[in-house]
């Protein structure tokens, strides 16, 4: 049955049907979730070994005997570069250790590029007529919010299959004003797509007008797949290099999604050039990050291999997840003509796309019947989706009951606010 | 036997005598460090129980039941908030909870007003034609060295035995270039005094030229006390409040030296003005601090009281390091006529004045005996002291044993330094 070919009657029919199913899930007063990509209980449950020791002195030191409680080691401890490094193929000198939060150190990164400029930059970015900023669109709302907040103006590129399209994005960057673009290389928030090795050589060797242009390389989703196949990405560093133009990568990732969101280990990647000019700054900035959270992420994923082997935990609790909201869609809203939604190998969303000026009205219903998704539009500069068409869906956090719950819910909710448009209601 | 009295050659059989013991001090070969406010191991040791715990999934829930391993609780946890209101008597809704570092959230307010300005700005700082900042000297040199990195004119300010010369502040801040002025108002560093409630008060009440002046309140030493007896120190919010100036005040602490230097919990407190311009930009930089860390120190330290006690085992530990520095330079330098210290009531630092011209031959003296010293000028603004005779002791982290042994070189060279200069060596 597509809703394309349905008569007006039909039509009718078919929305008196599902009204009727939307008024009975109303009727219910529930209150569920699917709006954030907040990891479950369950998994979080994975990581409690990182708290389960009693500490006593001798577990207070890194392995080469310094204090981790005591001031010092600003950049972070050897044994987590290099843990870092294994999963990042960056070197562990190439590797700066933050605090829990790897948005905090990309905001931190563009704070400073306002405050002094980057390498290469003619003058600090607040110095500048106007500063132009890259958004693949869908994208990371929290992205698009840290530059607009520092008054970029925002620019949409199309977000592709393979990654942003790269003819726009060529064409964009030959303006000066453009100084960087964001991106989510694998597992994109909220598209799940990974970036093909052409957009990524692209991306590494295309010519910029504004000389200290910066690739804000988020890779937050690198070793978080869903099952047993994993995207491959291409290290992007390794391209630049042949072009000379490392300097362009600030790259960034953290364990908010491998151990605690709110008490993992972020980091920083970048060329020496970047990093002879970040130090001394951060230097200033703070005496250094917590060491003994280091401590215990060394202690508690050893390795990569000790990574991996923990993500896997992670894909079971999840890839159940994404089997009920993904089967939902498909026995709700398959052959119905009216959504289009990914099937992603890793990451946290589901991005789904429904007919022209549907998204909105499907959110305003689902929130009527206590079911809160992310605002519409924004996966989108400025938080407007120019068709209002796309949902960002996250599984990850309700239990299976209640997401399988939530889940038959937005397929209701998207079927009536398609049909209220077909018929003009 | 003052040596101002004394006769060219009895200033020379002196200095025979003072050479002789020095070089028997550098035939050593020691290795001895007094240069920073680092707390001992043995200080560290006592906030052990910080790491105690075995936690299960019930340990990791705040009091209302928020799981402090996820995200969320951006400005800090209720219970970490009720601690730092009692001790500091700033109310819970004006404060928020940071990282470990408190000169990281001192660096971000700066960082901050250059971008966006602060509460009261005409224009973001970075747009300001130039910004003066009041540095009163000796002063903490990490302060100086944030307003200096950020391109700001240092402007020295006398510092008196209660304070910063307020005639001096008074005048200085006629001028609408200068925006503010770093403070550690109790035992500040390096003096170790403590500010009078008339200072409190002309800092509260006096007139700025500029419209956006904050005074950059670090309170870093508030209950660090190594007596019996507390300095009291006024309470500038309530103070600031009785003239319509509470928005002037961006004031600090944290439990560096109270738990973990490396790993402790920051606080800003601020005017509800302030805070509403903050609050905002907080969220968009970052999704939030390590709440874990936060209950982690809810349930060592409980409540004031909990922490009072504490404090108590680091006044021990202290206190008896500072009895023998203060002993060495009483027992070693007393009458020479040499050199003035102060006693400090608490704090980390002993502040000793030479006779001017001779601090840095005095450091020099020492570090080739192997005993290193604050470097020379590190408390006043770019690292100058226009005396050359202001030496920062820090005498909290040797063992007992060394600081003994550093305590009595550190004697030997300040009367050289000082009998070469007269006998124009």
Same mark, same amino acid.
């Given at each position: 049955? #597509? $809703?394309?070919?349905?008569?007006?009657?039909?039509?009718?029919?078919?929305?008196?049907?599902?009204?009727?199913?939307?008024?009975?899930?109303?009727?219910?007063?529930? *209150?569920?979730?699917?709006?954030?990509?907040?990891?479950?209980?369950?998994?979080?449950?994975?990581?409690?070994?990182?708290?389960?020791?009693?500490?006593?002195?001798?577990?207070?030191?890194?392995?080469?005997?310094?204090?981790?409680?005591?001031?010092?080691?600003?950049?972070?401890?050897?044994?987590?570069?290099?843990?870092?490094?294994?999963?990042?193929?960056?070197?562990?000198?190439?590797?700066?250790?933050?605090?829990?939060?790897?948005?905090?150190?990309?905001?931190?990164?563009?704070? +400073?590029?306002?405050?002094?400029?980057?390498?290469?930059?003619?003058?600090?970015?607040?110095?500048?007529?106007?500063? *132009?900023? =890259?958004?693949?669109?869908?994208?990371?709302?929290?992205?698009?919010?840290?530059?607009?907040?520092?008054?970029?103006?925002?620019?949409?590129?199309?977000?592709?299959?393979?990654?942003?399209?790269?003819?726009?994005? @060529?064409?964009?960057?030959?303006?000066?004003?453009?100084?960087?673009?964001?991106?989510?290389?694998?597992?994109? #928030?909220?598209?799940?797509?990974?970036?093909?090795?052409?957009?990524?050589?692209?991306?590494?060797?295309?010519?910029?007008?504004?000389?200290?242009?910066?690739?804000?390389?988020?890779?937050?989703?690198?070793?978080?797949?869903?099952?047993?196949?994993?995207?491959? !990405? !291409?290290?992007?560093? *390794?391209?630049?290099?042949?072009?000379? #133009?490392?300097?362009?990568?600030?790259?960034?990732?953290?364990?908010?999604?491998?151990?605690?969101?709110?008490?993992?280990?972020?980091?920083?990647?970048?060329?020496?050039? #970047?990093?002879?000019?970040?130090?001394?700054?951060?230097?200033?900035?703070?005496?250094?990050?917590?060491?003994?959270?280091?401590?215990?992420?060394?202690?508690?994923?050893?390795?990569?291999?000790?990574?991996?082997?923990?993500?896997?935990?992670?894909?079971?609790?999840?890839?159940?997840?994404?089997?009920? =909201?993904?089967?939902?869609? *498909?026995?709700? =809203?398959?052959?119905?003509?009216?959504?289009?939604?990914?099937?992603?190998?890793?990451?946290?969303?589901?991005?789904?796309?429904?007919?022209?000026?549907?998204?909105? +009205?499907?959110?305003? !219903?689902?929130?009527?019947?206590?079911?809160?998704?992310?605002?519409?539009?924004?996966?989108?500069? $400025?938080?407007?989706?120019?068709?209002?068409?796309?949902?960002?869906?996250?599984?990850? $956090?309700?239990?299976?009951? @209640?997401?399988?719950?939530?889940?038959?819910?937005?397929?209701?909710?998207?079927?009536?606010?398609?049909?209220?448009?077909? !018929?003009?209601?």
């Amino acid at each position: 049955m #597509n $809703y394309k070919e349905l008569s007006a009657q039909q039509l009718f029919a078919e929305y008196e049907r599902v009204s009727a199913e939307y008024n009975s899930y109303k009727a219910k007063g529930l *209150k569920l979730d699917i709006s954030r990509g907040k990891p479950s209980e369950e998994q979080l449950d994975a990581s409690l070994g990182l708290l389960s020791k009693q500490r006593t002195v001798a577990d207070c030191k890194s392995a080469d005997g310094f204090d981790c409680r005591n001031y010092g080691i600003a950049f972070g401890m050897p044994e987590m570069k290099a843990i870092f490094s294994d999963i990042t193929g960056i070197p562990a000198d190439n590797i700066i250790v933050g605090g829990n939060s790897s948005l905090n150190m990309m905001y931190d990164s563009l704070a +400073r590029a306002m405050i002094f400029g980057v390498y290469g930059s003619p003058r600090p970015w607040c110095r500048e007529e106007r500063i *132009k900023f =890259l958004c693949p669109a869908p994208g990371y709302d929290r992205h698009f919010a840290v530059t607009e907040t520092l008054g970029f103006e925002l620019i949409p590129v199309k977000m592709n299959a393979d990654g942003p399209d790269m003819d726009e994005v @060529e064409a964009l960057v030959k303006d000066p004003e453009v100084k960087g673009i964001w991106c989510v290389p694998k597992y994109s #928030n909220p598209t799940g797509i990974t970036y093909s090795d052409e957009v990524v050589r692209r991306l590494a060797k295309m010519e910029t007008g504004a000389p200290d242009f910066r690739i804000m390389w988020d890779n937050a989703y690198i070793i978080h797949d869903l099952t047993g196949e994993s995207d491959q !990405l !291409l290290d992007i560093f *390794k391209e630049a290099e042949k072009y000379g #133009n490392e300097d362009r990568i600030f790259y960034f990732t953290s364990t908010s999604k491998i151990t605690f969101p709110g008490a993992g280990v972020a980091m920083m990647g970048a060329s020496k050039n #970047n990093l002879d000019q970040i130090k001394p700054l951060i230097s200033i900035q703070t005496i250094g990050p917590d060491k003994l959270n280091q401590l215990r992420h060394v202690e508690f994923l050893k390795d990569k291999e000790g990574v991996l082997s923990h993500m896997k935990l992670h894909a079971e609790l999840l890839g159940k997840r994404f089997d009920i =909201l993904l089967n939902a869609l *498909k026995s709700g =809203l398959g052959g119905l003509g009216i959504a289009e939604w990914n099937e992603p190998k890793g990451g946290y969303f589901v991005s789904l796309d429904t007919l022209p000026g549907c998204a909105k +009205r499907a959110y305003t !219903l689902a929130k009527e019947a206590g079911v809160t998704l992310t605002t519409v539009g924004a996966t989108f500069p $400025y938080g407007k989706d120019p068709e209002d068409k796309n949902l960002r869906l996250a599984p990850s $956090y309700p239990s299976c009951e @209640e997401l399988a719950l939530a889940s038959e819910i937005l397929v209701c909710v998207i079927k009536l606010a398609t049909l209220e448009k077909m !018929l003009n209601k």
